[in-house]
């Protein structure tokens, strides 16, 4: 069995601000090892349950986050800023599942740090459906037949989980009061809880089926404000609708509709609020 693994940091146990998640910040090197730790704990219980190959992507802003001189040694890690697909470089149908830890719940949503790729989005819709990072991860996984059988974050992530992935595990390591205050576990006893539902994701995995996309999708996104719609249409094929800061684009597939979002985002993030 082969086991993909997309990690990112503001799921992680503890960790409420950005504080623990921007690597300036006097929190950072600690929170960094404790994603390593949480990492490891689900590795180490993969190679447990027979599974023979585990490949981890650093998913958490410059992706370059987990300290691979700590990982379990059979691991392969992708890690580097500039990956073709993000979150989910590396996945393809040679995968048996995959695990997505230290998740958050989707922008304008409940949950710790909550957002979506940036926090200039309000919303990522696929269609009809409003995702966040995980459901959008979730449709390029089920874009090759591979199921995600556990999700690992706070208690608003996990709900999310549920409601897009009938029969997914999930693993809730910390409960939000606020968006930067939670009650959590502490790493020793999330580690327990997250090798506990990894055995019980990997027994059960025949029960999850894959998050199929829809064909040409429509990806629309909707931005905070209108300096970063205009900055988004800047992209060829994509469109503002009128009367509103939400960018479209047709695509021809998931794939497709992934990297417009990350194109779209990126040029975003150059608006200037002054």
Same mark, same amino acid.
Request: include cysteine; proline fraction near 4%; hydrophobic fraction near 40%.
């Given at each position: 069995?082969?086991?993909?693994m997309?990690?990112?940091?503001?799921?992680?146990?503890?960790?409420v601000?950005?504080?623990?998640?921007?690597?300036w910040?006097?929190?950072?090197?600690?929170s960094?090892?404790?994603?390593?730790?949480?990492?490891?704990?689900?590795?180490?219980?993969?190679? +447990?349950?027979?599974?023979?190959?585990?490949?981890?992507?650093d998913?958490?802003?410059?992706?370059?986050?987990l300290?691979? +001189?700590?990982l379990?040694?059979?691991?392969?890690?992708?890690?580097?800023?500039?990956?073709?697909?993000?979150?989910?470089?590396?996945?393809?149908?040679?995968?048996?599942?995959?695990?997505?830890?230290?998740y958050?719940?989707r922008?304008?949503?409940?949950?710790?740090?909550?957002?979506?790729?940036?926090?200039g989005?309000? &919303?990522?819709?696929?269609?009809?459906?409003?995702?966040?990072?995980l459901?959008?991860?979730?449709?390029?996984?089920?874009y090759?037949?591979v199921?995600?059988? *556990?999700?690992?974050?706070?208690?608003?992530?996990a709900?999310?989980? +549920?409601e897009?992935?009938?029969?997914?595990?999930?693993?809730?390591?910390k409960?939000?009061?606020?968006?930067?205050?939670?009650?959590?576990?502490?790493?020793t006893?999330?580690?327990?809880?997250?090798?506990?539902?990894?055995?019980?994701?990997?027994?059960?995995?025949?029960?999850?089926?894959?998050?199929?996309?829809?064909?040409?999708?429509?990806?629309?996104?909707?931005?905070?404000?209108?300096?970063?719609a205009?900055?988004?249409n800047? *992209?060829p094929?994509t469109?503002? +609708?009128?009367?509103?800061?939400?960018?479209?684009?047709q695509?021809? &597939?998931?794939?497709?509709a992934?990297?417009?979002?990350?194109?779209?985002?990126?040029?975003?993030?150059?608006?200037?609020?002054?």
């Open positions: 069995m082969k086991l993909y997309s990690v990112d940091m503001e799921g992680i146990t503890g960790l601000d950005y504080t623990h998640v921007d690597s910040q006097h929190n950072y090197e600690r960094r090892q404790i994603m390593t730790d949480e990492a490891n704990y689900v590795i180490n219980t993969a190679f +447990e349950q027979s599974c023979k190959e585990v490949i981890v992507n998913s958490h802003s410059k992706m370059n986050n300290l691979i +001189e700590k379990h040694p059979e691991t392969q890690l992708i890690n580097g800023g500039v990956k073709p697909f993000s979150m989910v470089e590396g996945l393809d149908e040679s995968f048996s599942g995959a695990i997505f830890v230290g958050h719940a922008a304008s949503m409940k949950g710790v740090m909550s957002h979506s790729m940036i926090f989005v309000r &919303n990522f819709y696929i269609n009809d459906v409003v995702v966040g990072e459901g959008f991860n979730a449709y390029v996984a089920g090759y037949g199921p995600v059988i *556990m999700v690992a974050g706070d208690d608003q992530a709900k999310e989980a +549920e897009l992935i009938p029969n997914v595990t999930t693993a809730i390591v409960e939000t009061i606020t968006r930067s205050a939670i009650k959590s576990l502490t790493p006893k999330a580690g327990q809880l997250l090798q506990e539902k990894t055995a019980i994701a990997l027994n059960n995995r025949h029960l999850v089926k894959p998050l199929i996309p829809p064909e040409n999708p429509v990806l629309r996104i909707e931005f905070a404000n209108y300096g970063q205009e900055w988004a800047l *992209m094929g469109e503002i +609708e009128p009367g509103t800061t939400t960018v479209r684009f695509a021809k &597939n998931i794939l497709e992934y990297q417009a979002m990350l194109v779209m985002t990126e040029l975003a993030m150059h608006t200037d609020f002054c």
